[in-house]
C-alpha cells in the first residue's frame, strides 16, 4: 500500500531542553573558512578563532562540528478506522494522502529538537474514509561546534531523515494493527521541501534563497 501524494513543510519555535550526546562528523555542511579574516564585526563571531577555541586546538582539542541523537520517541499517534468493519471488507486500491512537516526546536545548551508529524488518509473508491493515521515523531539532538549556517539545514533536512525510518515503521504498525495490510511510505525528500520553503522565503522577502538541501 503505498501513498499517492506528499506535501509539506518546515518550522522553527522554542523550547527549553538538555542533556548529552553521542558525536557524528557533520563537517561536510559548510563551515565558515577559518583563514578568512573578518571584513566587518558582525562577521567577526563566524570567522575568527576565539582565544578560548585556540587554547583548547593547542591542548589537543577536537573542535570538529559535532552532531549526535540522544534520544528519540513517539508524542503523539492516533489512528481512526470510523466505518470499520465494513472499511475492512474494501474493493479496490485506495487513495492513500500523505502530509509531512518538519519542526525545530532549539532549547540552548546546543540542543535541539526536531519534530517529524506525518499524517496519511486512505479513501475507498466510492471516497469514504477507510482509515486516518497521525504521528507526531521527535528526536532530541545536539550540534557542537556548527556554523550558523548550517544549523537550519541539519535540522530540517539530514535529522527528519535519521527520523524517518523509525516513523515509518510507526505507522506501518498502526495501519496493521487497525486491520488494515501495513502502510509502508515512500521515502520523503526532506531536502526539496527545504528548497520549497527557500523558494516561499524569497517570494516573500524578494531576496534570492540560499541554502543546499
Known amino acids: 500500500m503505498g501513498p499517492t501524494r506528499k506535501g509539506g513543510g518546515v518550522a522553527?519555535?522554542?523550547l527549553p531542553l538538555g542533556?548529552?550526546?553521542?558525536s557524528r562528523?557533520?563537517?561536510d555542511l559548510k563551515p565558515a573558512p577559518a583563514d578568512r579574516r573578518p571584513d566587518t564585526e558582525t562577521d567577526r563571531p563566524m570567522t575568527e578563532i576565539s582565544p578560548e577555541a585556540a587554547e583548547a586546538l593547542a591542548n589537543g582539542a577536537d573542535l570538529t562540528p559535532q552532531a549526535g541523537i540522544l534520544a528519540q520517541y513517539v508524542k503523539d499517534l492516533s489512528f481512526e478506522n470510523p466505518n470499520a468493519p465494513n472499511s475492512l471488507q474494501m474493493q479496490g486500491q485506495p487513495k492513500i494522502e500523505v502530509n509531512v512537516n518538519v519542526n525545530a526546536r532549539s532549547g540552548g545548551q546546543d540542543m535541539y529538537e526536531v519534530e517529524l508529524k506525518i499524517g496519511a488518509a486512505a479513501r475507498a473508491p466510492d471516497d469514504s474514509l477507510a482509515f486516518q493515521v497521525e504521528l507526531l515523531y521527535a528526536g532530541l539532538f545536539r550540534l557542537v561546534g556548527a556554523p550558523q549556517d548550517a544549523l537550519e539545514p541539519f535540522l530540517v533536512v539530514e535529522?527528519?531523515?535519521?527520523?524517518f525510518p523509525f516513523a515509518r515503521r510507526v505507522i506501518a504498525d498502526a495501519v496493521r494493527d487497525g486491520g488494515f495490510p501495513p502502510l509502508m511510505l515512500e521515502p520523503i525528500d526532506f531536502g526539496g521541501l527545504y528548497l520549497q520553503q527557500l523558494e516561499q522565503r524569497q517570494q516573500v522577502s524578494g531576496q534570492?534563497?540560499?541554502?543546499t538541501a
Not at 19 to 22: L, R, V
Not at 208 to 211: I, L, R, S, V
Open 12 to 14: 522553527a519555535a522554542a
Open 25 to 27: 562528523d557533520i563537517s
Open 208 to 211: 534570492p534563497a540560499q541554502g
Open 19 to 22: 542533556g548529552m550526546a553521542a
Open 159 to 163: 535529522a527528519p531523515r535519521i527520523l
